[in-house]
């Protein structure tokens, strides 16, 4: 496989998301039909300082990256549409009034421009199990400038 | 709460010391002002909003001590737990909850 010659590498993860007050685990997982990559529960100590604020119920559908092929982005992407097709009525049954349900796109980008496409087939499917569409962008470019050492500080002030 | 701009001027006006904002008023103002700026930071929406919140991401890195490799896997932590906590893609973290991301995430 040939890999494009990108030299800033971006990340991308599509994942489907239930979550708000949820039935038991067992119970969600039946009737999504699909066992999650993630469930956590509210309340649930998730750190020493923090505690689950909702229940979440997370499949991940696709993760790739800009330096991926053409072949494996559309392999992920064809994953995630027909995965949601055969979840879409369920999904649609889904009690609203208790939970949201959406499909999540995270990125971290190291470009300064740059962006992604959705196939129409996954926006469609996406509708059909009527989820909302939520993008998180977080933009990493490589001029960080790490903190002076304390060492260094020292020789420099002597 | 009186802020700390008017505390001083009454104190200057005054002439009296004892006016002078004392330990637990500066306190109330640092909390008010960080309030402030986390809720400002909340509103922020729209172009420019995330340059600002990655210099915010890289500032936080700074000041907890992060080397570059550490900073990066610092954005993965941050969109990990966006996408946990059931928050939508504009919903990013204020300074204070970076801060407390950032120490968790250096316990790891």
Known sequence: MQKRQVNKVSKITITLRVWGNLPPSEKSNHSLGIMPTEVLRRGERVSKKRVQPVDMWRFELAKFESDSTKEEIDNQMQYAVVTLMKMASALERLDRTNCNADLYISTIREEDQGGFSLPAELVAAAASGKLSIETSILVMLDDYEEPEQESELLINTH | ?108
């Open chain 2, 1 to 108: 709460m009186k802020d700390v701009q008017q505390i001083v001027t009454e104190a200057i006006e005054d002439g009296d010391q004892a006016n002078f904002p004392n330990k637990d008023e500066l306190e109330d103002f640092e909390e008010e002002l960080n309030k402030r700026r986390d809720e400002k930071q909340r509103l922020r929406r729209g172009r420019g909003a995330n340059r600002k919140d990655r210099e915010l991401v890289d500032a936080v890195a700074r000041e907890k001590g992060m080397n570059k490799t550490q900073r990066q896997q610092f954005g993965d932590y941050i969109e990990k737990i966006k996408r946990q906590e059931g928050r939508g893609g504009a919903d990013n973290f204020t300074r204070n909850e970076l801060l407390d991301l950032a120490e968790e995430f250096l316990s790891i």
